[in-house]
T-cell receptor, first 116, second 114 residues
Framework: AQTVTQSQPEMSVQEAETVTLSCTYDTSENNYYLFWYKQPPSRQMILVIRQEAYKQQNATENRFSVNFQKAAKSFSLKISDSQLGDTAMYFCAFILLPGGAQKLVFGQGTRLTINP | KAGVTQTPRYLIKTRGQQVTLSCSPISGHRSVSWYQQTPGQGLQFLFEYFSETQRNKGNFPGRFSGRQFSNSRSEMNVSTLELGDSALYLC?????????????FGDGTRLSIL
């Protein structure tokens, strides 16, 4: 069975600072995708960034980047120049390839607060 | 393009009742997945439907069921409600349901059991 662990239940930083959220996962499979989702108080889950396991290059999306360490099964999210709108729950998630199944496995989440 | 629409947004029921939640996917999306979110268990996969067929199922009792219609809209039904069923139920859609396609989530239905 696949599991995802987020060891930081809560984090708090000042606006404009850089923050890194941790995520580790466990699987015996070799082909999968990893995601970071953001859930603001509005409740909607929003995809922040995704990483294909077969790609060595770390994914980046504007101020968001990941540090993917496949051997260590680690997938951390770095938010640069943090903004008040980044305040949200952040979930790390995993999905196996191939198979066509849309079964995401989520971590427990990290509540991130950006302070003015 | 409209996003994933879930109705109702809030729902209050009592133990023993049954409930039906609705999810309309993004236009053109054929796969719909359902997740349960609780403070204790986090986000857990319930089931996925593709072309009106349940393709994958999580580890939930048979009281939880669903279906998908020809227009890809999906409903989730929970019978004989228990207090532990109180949760945020999220629906997500994707284009073809392939694992490498991102899922787009709705705002969820908040179900409270009294």
């Amino acid at each position: 069975a696949q599991t995802v662990t987020q060891s930081q239940p809560e984090m708090s930083v000042q606006e404009a600072e850089t923050v890194t959220l941790s995520c580790t996962y466990d699987t015996s499979e070799n082909n999968y995708y990893l995601f970071w989702y953001k859930q603001p108080p509005s409740r909607q889950m929003i995809l922040v960034i995704r990483q294909e396991a077969y790609k060595q290059q770390n994914a980046t999306e504007n101020r968001f980047s990941v540090n993917f360490q496949k051997a260590a099964k680690s997938f951390s999210l770095k938010i640069s120049d943090s903004q008040l709108g980044d305040t949200a729950m952040y979930f790390c998630a995993f999905i196996l390839l191939p198979g066509g199944a849309q079964k995401l496995v989520f971590g427990q989440g990290t509540r991130l607060t950006i302070n003015p | 393009k409209a996003g994933v629409t879930q109705t109702p947004r809030y729902l209050i029921k009592t133990r023993g009742q049954q409930v039906t939640l609705s999810c309309s996917p993004i236009s053109g999306h054929r796969s719909v997945s359902w997740y349960q979110q609780t403070p204790g268990q986090g986000l857990q996969f319930l089931f996925e439907y593709f072309s009106e067929t349940q393709r994958n199922k999580g580890n939930f009792p048979g009281r939880f069921s669903g279906r998908q219609f020809s227009n890809s809209r999906s409903e989730m039904n929970v019978s004989t409600l228990e207090l532990g069923d109180s949760a945020l139920y999220l629906c997500a859609s994707s284009l073809q349901g392939a694992s490498n396609q991102p899922q787009h989530f709705g705002d969820g239905t908040r179900l409270s059991i009294l």
